[in-house]
């Protein structure tokens, strides 16, 4: 019985096959609330998204994937850090991480503050998916155009 084997042309050129690690950036979710996080992770999954849902902006800050974040989805009331600190520290850090702000509890204020500190959208619960993903493609958009600038 004879076997055939098939090559490829880099691999015959002493070329080793790597796999690369995934440069593409992710949609961070961090909202207190477990369901509405995996909701939207589930959500970003299914059109093709990278992301990764935290509880806290403490672990999110923790997470190896802060690097990588490329849209911040954030609720506005979170026990010990909000959704608008959050976005503030990670300014402050020198980290401008494009910010969708989601809250149960909207107010003009809250609005003012968060458009006032740059964030992309503010958006009340209940929103619509499609609300909420047209704000994540503005915020991926952004930061492909930050990544490209010195």
């Known amino acids: 019985m004879s076997r055939t084997t098939s090559v490829s042309p880099n691999a015959a050129r002493g070329y080793r ?22 909701a939207i992770e ?24 802060l690097s990588r974040t490329g849209c911040l989805v954030v609720d506005f009331d979170m026990p010990k850090m909000s959704g608008l600190d959050l976005h503030n520290n990670l300014s402050r850090l020198g980290k401008e991480i494009p910010t969708v702000l989601i809250t149960a509890y909207p107010s003009d204020d809250i609005r003012a503050r968060a458009l006032q500190a740059g964030v992309i959208c503010y958006l009340p619960k209940p929103f619509d998916e499609s609300d909420l993903l047209n704000c994540i493609q503005a915020a991926l958009d952004r930061a492909k155009g930050n990544r490209g600038a010195p």
Do not use: H, W, Y
């Open 17 to 38: 096959s790597c796999q690369v690690p995934n440069t593409r950036p992710i949609v961070a979710i961090v909202d207190d609330d477990d369901a509405v996080g995996n």
């Open 42 to 65: 589930v959500l970003m999954r299914s059109v093709g998204l990278i992301a990764k849902a935290f509880s806290s902006g403490e672990e999110f800050l923790r997470s190896p994937e």
